[in-house]
């Protein structure tokens, strides 16, 4: 069974930065796609950062791309989102999400495993 664990949110000022970490466990090949995605309230949950266990391949959305950086720690098995440059349109709830195949995987209903979510506040 794979488990996700996330840490790192809170609050901070446009400009700021934060590092959300999120805590893996279970079969490795279960879990090799992991993904970050937020979602805003009243909006639908969308695609921030992807990685890959196995080919250590990225992937960001265009919205964080430059910003953002996501990385993974075979040793403790977690992936961290480095979010800088924070701005108040990134408020929101941070999901960590995991699956074993590395297609679709800006797509939330193609992730099989989910954090308990991340409260991001970027305040202007």
């Known amino acids: 069974q794979v488990q996700l664990v996330e840490s790192g949110g809170g609050s901070v000022q446009a400009g700021g930065s934060l590092r959300l970490s999120c805590k893996t466990s279970?079969?490795?090949?279960?879990?090799?796609?992991v993904a970050w995605f937020r979602q805003a309230p009243g909006r639908d949950r969308e695609f921030v950062a992807h990685f890959a266990w196995t080919t250590a391949n990225t992937a960001y959305a265009d919205s964080v791309k430059g910003r953002f950086t996501i990385s993974g720690d075979n040793d403790k098995s977690t992936v961290y989102l480095q979010m800088n440059s924070l701005k108040p349109e990134d408020t929101a709830v941070y999901y960590c999400?995991?699956?074993?195949?590395?297609?679709?995987?800006?797509?939330?209903?193609?992730?099989?495993?989910w954090g308990q979510g991340t409260q991001v506040t970027v305040s202007s």
């Open positions: 999400a995991a699956k074993s195949s590395l297609l679709s995987v800006t797509i939330p209903s193609a992730y099989n495993y």
């Open positions: 279970g079969r490795l090949l279960s879990r090799n796609a």
